[in-house]
């Protein structure tokens, strides 16, 4: 049985990257299908699930920065639409309930409050692999959206205690002791190196600390955020992050089949489901208005705003309590189950088009814009050095060296993370922090002075995004860019990328030839 499920996720998921959707929503299709097959998911897909999730959020608190949680936009904007959320979500249902339709027109206040609740919440799972597909984990729009997911996660767990009336363990303020030992744990991953202990050190810490949070009567999944937060300034964290990647994703597929084996729909629950679906947009653009009234520019409102227009597997957790405690019927988990699974189609469908559809429509969605910008989102350009390297990861910072040792200071780097960016300035190194995949962004540049853009990025989805937005900026300078494969090498010429490196040929020529000179000082 354990090969059918591989096999039926699998078909799914090249079904799904076939026709230019994300493989998780063919894993969605997988679950229902084998559940109208009649197969039942067992223990090992369920503990497959629990462990993705884990993982997930363990990665991104690697990822995340406490101070971003502090921002206006962040508290302010997750607090003020659960709120707003709340009232316009009741007034909807009460509303349909005047009808007829089944299972609605019998709610009450107190069922419709549990029931727009549970959808007030964005998908963490959807929202975090949109942006780690597209490459966006670390621009201002996918910090936003990650930031107002951990500010409802925190809401949730509040929930939490009150719904079931588990308060933490008396024991919860040893935690505090976690302080004083950080430099008990930052020589225990000195020691670990770079080889296979990397991702066993990841999972002792994330399913330790998901163990600990849930015996002092905590949300595990919360424990495994806060590790992660707790070694985001870790030198080690992003190597840590990138060896559990793929371990992440494979048990992300044990998520998304398990939603397909909730239950059953009927097509009334089907009809119903997808009435409430009808309120993404209302979701879009409450948190649109927000973030633009938090003085946050069109472009990271609309993106932000879009990733989080879902409904949240957590909502299934709500529900499922709420069933338990007899609060809902049984039918509401398997119509909030389907709601879910086609709110993460409209969002991964949608999203790939979001950029060019901002662009398109930028003068339009700029209209709303608060005419006074938060000070993250002016940028100046910086200086006339001719060649702009996008992307400081170590391909980019091995580039910019190159180039520096030539002439120094003919070239300078962006890149989406700001602290990154101080850290670079730090080390002499001439740094920028912008989002090259910003339309506003070139509008503030002066690319008569640009001769030659390096996309030094290891998504071709990101790459193929900025010489999209040149064009559009009318640059007429060089571009040139690195591919890990042939098939993206093709694209990017055929997009018209003056140059492609191969990413491993290069390095493999480079190795050589540096190899060689070693003989030729020799003779």
Not at 328 to 354: C, D, M, P, Q, R
Request: charged share 15%.
């Amino acid at each position: 049985m354990d090969f059918i499920w591989i096999l039926f996720a699998f078909a799914c998921g090249l079904a799904a990257k076939t026709i230019t959707l994300p493989p998780s929503i063919g894993y969605l299709v997988a679950g229902f299908i084998l559940h109208f097959l009649g197969f039942q998911a067992d223990s090992m897909v369920r503990e497959l699930a629990n462990l993705g999730i884990t993982l997930m959020l363990f990665t991104i608190g690697l990822k995340l920065n406490i101070k971003e949680l502090f921002k206006t936009e962040v508290w302010a904007g997750s607090i003020s639409h659960n709120i707003i959320w709340l009232v316009i979500g009741i007034f909807i249902l009460k509303i349909i309930a005047l009808t007829t339709i089944p299972f609605i027109s019998n709610l009450t206040i107190t069922t419709s409050a549990i029931i727009v609740f549970a959808l007030s919440f964005s998908s963490t799972v959807c929202v975090v692999k949109l942006m780690e597909d597209h490459g966006e984990m670390r621009t201002r729009h996918g910090k936003l959206a990650v930031g107002v997911l951990v500010m409802q996660d925190i809401i949730a767990v509040i929930f939490l205690v009150l719904a079931t009336g588990k308060t933490p363990s008396p024991w919860a303020s040893l935690l505090l002791l976690a302080i004083p030992l950080r430099p008990v744990l930052t020589h225990l991953l000195n020691k670990v190196g770079h080889g296979e202990l990397i991702p066993l050190t990841g999972f002792f810490i994330a399913f330790g600390a998901y163990e600990l949070f849930e015996f002092l009567s905590i949300k595990g999944d919360l424990g495994a955020l806060i590790a992660g937060m707790y070694l985001a300034s870790h030198s080690k964290a992003s190597e840590i992050n990138k060896s559990l990647l793929n371990f992440k994703d494979l048990f992300l597929i044990g998520f998304f089949l398990s939603i397909g084996f909730t239950a059953l729909p009927t097509w009334e629950m089907l009809g119903i489901a997808s009435l409430i679906t009808l309120m993404i947009p209302i979701k879009f653009l409450l948190f649109f208005a927000l973030f633009i009234k938090l003085k946050l520019r069109g472009r990271t409102a609309f993106l932000a705003a879009l990733a989080l227009a879902n409904f949240s597997e957590f909502g299934l957790i709500i529900t499922s309590i709420s069933v338990n405690y007899n609060w809902l019927s049984k039918e509401w988990l398997v119509i909030l189950s389907l709601a879910v699974s086609i709110s993460f189609i409209f969002t991964n469908i949608l999203y790939n088009v979001a950029h060019s559809f901002f662009a398109k429509h930028k003068d339009k969605l700029k209209r709303y814009e608060h005419p006074d910008k938060l000070k993250e989102d002016v940028f100046i350009q910086p200086c006339d050095a001719p060649i702009i390297i996008i992307g400081m990861g170590r391909v980019g910072m091995g580039a910019y060296k190159a180039l520096d040792s030539q002439s120094s200071k003919q070239a300078w780097g962006l890149d989406t993370d700001r602290n990154k960016v101080d850290w670079l300035n730090n080390n002499d190194t001439q740094a920028f922090c912008g989002d090259a995949e910003d339309a506003d962004f070139w509008e503030n540049i002066e690319l008569s002075k640009i001769q030659l853009v390096l996309l030094a990025l290891p998504s071709i989805q990101d790459i193929t995004n900025i010489t999209k937005q040149l064009r559009y900026a009318n640059y007429q300078g060089k571009i040139a860019a690195i591919a890990r494969f042939d098939d993206e090498r093709l694209l990017l010429e055929k997009l018209g990328v003056d140059k492609v490196f191969n990413f491993y040929n290069e390095a493999g020529v480079g190795f050589a030839e540096e190899s060689i000179n070693l003989i030729m000082k020799t003779d």
